[in-house]
Each structure stands twice: as structure tokens, then as C-alpha cells.
């Protein structure tokens, strides 16, 4: 059991409120972003994340989970990839859909409308996409206070390197003249 425990109103404010109007996005989180279809900025709110930018971070420290916001304009989201922990998705605006691969490549989807959540197991190769017709909303929390790194496939790695990204040698973007790939 946990004691209970005083916090003054501006520790508060200062350690535990997040205001989404003060939140900066991150436009180049990840290195599959500049790849046509893959545009969406992140408002990290608790935790890093597993952002490959070192500029992410949220304005709330992570005790146990990460929670971020993700932004993407019609048809745009995030290429396949998996993560050492659970992530789970809740859609706020729009329609969004959830694909995922099983080992023998088969790929399956579902479509999330507002305040549906999926949770993706950790090790599942995983992508979403935002099927509105506008920009959307969707909810990320990915458990854990340092939920590790993103594990792309090879394929999305060297497409991304035609748009001037790659992962440096402790895996955080690192800019490269586009089309080294």
C-alpha cells in the first residue's frame, strides 16, 4: 500500500500538468518519417518515448509508461516496425487503422473510430495509418520508464536514406545526403 503524500499546487503545475497548447511537436521523430505516407508529428506528454530524436522528451518524467500524442495529415502514419514493450493506440480524432505482420508475413488491420484502443504486444511488427479525410489525433502510451528503441526492417532503413535519414551508431537520426542508400 502506498502512504498517501502532499504536493503543493505548484509542484503540481510545474511536474505534473501537460497543457496540449504548450506542447512542442517533434516533426522528425523517427527515420521512416520523410518517406511519402510516413508524415505525423509527436507531442511527447510523459517520458521520452521511443523517439530517435534526442530533442524528445515530454514535460511529464515517466514512472512506469510513456504517453504521446500522435498527428497525422490524411493517409499518413507509420511504416512496420516493433517494440520491446506493449503500445497501445487510442484513436481521438478520425479514423485510424492498426496494421500488423505474424511471422509468416501475413498482414491483418483494423480500423480504430474515436476512443477505440488496441493494444499491439511487444515483438509485433506494427504500423498505423489516419484514414480521415483531415488531420487526426491519436493516443500512443508504450509501457515502461525507458521503453528501448524502435526495430525498423531493413527495407524501411534504406528507403530512408533516399530522404536524407539514417540511424547513427547509437540510434538517433542522423541527417545524410538524400539518395545514399
Same mark, same amino acid.
Given at each position: 500500500?502506498?502512504?498517501?503524500?502532499?504536493? #503543493?499546487?505548484?509542484?503540481?503545475?510545474?511536474?505534473?500538468?501537460?497543457?496540449?497548447? =504548450?506542447?512542442?511537436?517533434?516533426?522528425?521523430?523517427?527515420? =521512416?518519417?520523410?518517406?511519402?505516407?510516413?508524415?505525423?508529428?509527436?507531442?511527447? %506528454?510523459?517520458?521520452?518515448?521511443? #523517439?530517435?530524436? /534526442?530533442?524528445?522528451?515530454?514535460?511529464?518524467?515517466?514512472?512506469?509508461?510513456?504517453?504521446?500524442?500522435?498527428?497525422?495529415?490524411?493517409?499518413?502514419?507509420? #511504416?512496420? *516496425?516493433?517494440? =520491446?514493450?506493449?503500445?497501445?493506440?487510442?484513436?481521438? $480524432?478520425?479514423?485510424?487503422?492498426?496494421?500488423?505482420?505474424?511471422?509468416?508475413?501475413?498482414? *491483418?488491420?483494423?480500423?480504430?473510430?474515436?476512443?477505440?484502443?488496441? /493494444?499491439? !504486444?511487444?515483438?509485433? /511488427?506494427?504500423?498505423?495509418?489516419?484514414? &480521415?479525410? =483531415?488531420?487526426?489525433?491519436?493516443? %500512443? %502510451?508504450? $509501457?515502461?520508464?525507458? !521503453?528501448?528503441?524502435? *526495430?525498423?526492417?531493413?527495407?524501411?532503413?534504406?528507403?530512408?536514406?533516399?530522404? &536524407?535519414?539514417?540511424?547513427?551508431?547509437?540510434?538517433?537520426?542522423?541527417?545524410?545526403?538524400?539518395?545514399?542508400?
Amino acid at each position: 500500500m502506498v502512504d498517501q503524500v502532499s504536493i #503543493s499546487a505548484d509542484d503540481m503545475q510545474s511536474q505534473r500538468i501537460a497543457r496540449f497548447a =504548450d506542447l512542442q511537436a517533434n516533426t522528425e521523430a523517427f527515420v =521512416d518519417i520523410r518517406i511519402p505516407g510516413n508524415a505525423r508529428d509527436i507531442y511527447q %506528454v510523459i517520458g521520452p518515448g521511443v #523517439s530517435e530524436s /534526442s530533442a524528445a522528451t515530454g514535460p511529464i518524467a515517466s514512472r512506469g509508461f510513456n504517453l504521446a500524442f500522435v498527428r497525422a495529415p490524411h493517409n499518413n502514419g507509420a #511504416s512496420l *516496425h516493433f517494440h =520491446d514493450t506493449i503500445e497501445a493506440f487510442m484513436a481521438i $480524432e478520425g479514423q485510424w487503422e492498426i496494421f500488423w505482420t505474424n511471422l509468416e508475413g501475413d498482414e *491483418h488491420k483494423t480500423v480504430l473510430n474515436p476512443y477505440d484502443l488496441i /493494444s499491439v !504486444p511487444e515483438g509485433v /511488427s506494427r504500423g498505423f495509418r489516419n484514414l &480521415g479525410d =483531415d488531420s487526426s489525433l491519436m493516443l %500512443v %502510451v508504450l $509501457e515502461g520508464t525507458d !521503453p528501448g528503441r524502435v *526495430h525498423w526492417p531493413q527495407e524501411t532503413l534504406d528507403e530512408a536514406k533516399n530522404y &536524407g535519414l539514417a540511424l547513427n551508431e547509437h540510434g538517433d537520426l542522423a541527417e545524410i545526403p538524400a539518395g545514399d542508400g
